[in-house]
């Protein structure tokens, strides 16, 4: 198994995978993900007059973290196409890896959600299951998982460039908080609601977790932060007056995303009940 730097790893999941990173530029230098800590990041954010922009894997990248696997059959799951040119990148490392037998799967997702595909490839070849186990346990995961985050300010989606289809639902209203999901048609970003204050994101978000899978649902949730901790704690905290949580764990957002959100943002992750192949 490998992945992209799309994902936000879990210490409770299984995620341990090479990884091709994304790059984080400002002006003429650049970061890998891995080399660039959060706090570097943002203080940066607050002190570089370069705006930051991100860099998809090239397929050299994706050449050596298939390399890092030692074996032939090879599963990719890569950040969503409709975010990022990655899964592009993966198809043409094909040719400079010609011994190697690559699956590329699409996860039409990031962050969080795509943790929870890759946890479920993970397991099926531990478990010594086939690959069209382990892409099906996949493709289950996803219909199931609902991506939810919100933001403190669309200011670096506005400068990234990537605020598109939010940016069109606020109608221009950039004092408000978005709650952003990933359309699982498209694999792009849409806003399903707002809120006036950043606590208000806070627990929309939670909300809409609620809305989606039905208040009493036992639920797996993965929660993501920014630069302040708590807002997942105090997510958490929300989910738990409404839900059973039959497991969590809570990861902050890696540096690549981090500077299309801005420093401060709180996302979720969830689905109901047990795995798919637990039930």
Known sequence: MVTDGGLDAYAGLRNDAPVAPFSVNFGNVSYKTHEISREDLYRQLQTNPEHPTSSQP?????????????????????????????????????????????????SR??????????????????????????????TRVHEETELYFT??????????????????????????????????????YTNVARARTYRGGIEAVTAQVTQKYGEGTPLRVGLLYGNITEDADQALELLQARHPIVWSGKAPVNPVLNIHTGPRALGIAAAPGAWPWER
């Open 58 to 106: 090239t397929p050299q990248d994706w050449s050596a973290a298939i390399q890092q696997t030692g074996v032939k059959d090879v599963l990719a799951v890569t950040i969503s196409s409709g975010l990022s040119g990655s899964r592009n990148a993966a198809e043409q490392a094909r040719s400079l890896l010609p011994d190697v037998n690559l699956t590329i799967h699409d």
């Open 151 to 188: 933001i403190e300010t669309l200011e670096y989606l506005r400068r990234g460039g990537r605020i598109g289809r939010v940016a069109a639902t606020l109608g221009g209203l950039l004092n408000l908080k978005p709650v952003i999901t990933v359309d699982k048609g498209t694999g792009q």
């Open 109 to 138: 997702t990031l962050s969080a959600a795509q943790a929870f595909q890759l946890h479920a490839a993970v397991t099926a070849a531990e478990r010594g299951e086939t690959l069209a186990t382990a892409v099906d346990w996949m």
